[in-house]
């Protein structure tokens, strides 16, 4: 058997652009994704933080260093700048592999700047960001 897991997320980004007159996908600065363990391409889910959306789309990469956040096509119609999203990718693993799975998760802070890169999840508990 295998199972569906989250393989890692970006946790509190920031929407820094909606274009709705792009093809589809989310545009995420190179460095965020390096981070997280995103492919170009990769399937992820969007949950928005401001209005409870949730949506899936595909992974594009960004220019590095930019903090970049950009929700493309008709996922433009459920964002706004400023919106605070989770972004998650999740991986099928077998039995085995699930059992030891650690996900990778990067807390972020205003300015889509990394204010955690290690952390590892606990039920319940975030990190306090300043």
Sequence with gaps: MFRTMMKSKLHRATV???NLNYVGSITIDEDLMELA???PNEKVQIVNLNN???METYTIT???GSGCVCLNG???RL???GDVVIIISYALMSEETAADH???VVILEEGNKVAHDRYE???STVPETS
């Design 16 to 18: 820094t652009e909606a």
């Design 37 to 39: 363990d995103l492919l």
């Design 52 to 54: 409870g959306s949730r």
């Design 62 to 64: 960004g220019p590095r």
């Design 74 to 76: 008709a996922a433009a």
């Design 79 to 81: 964002v706004q700048p």
């Design 102 to 104: 650690v996900p990778k």
């Design 121 to 123: 999840e606990k039920h």
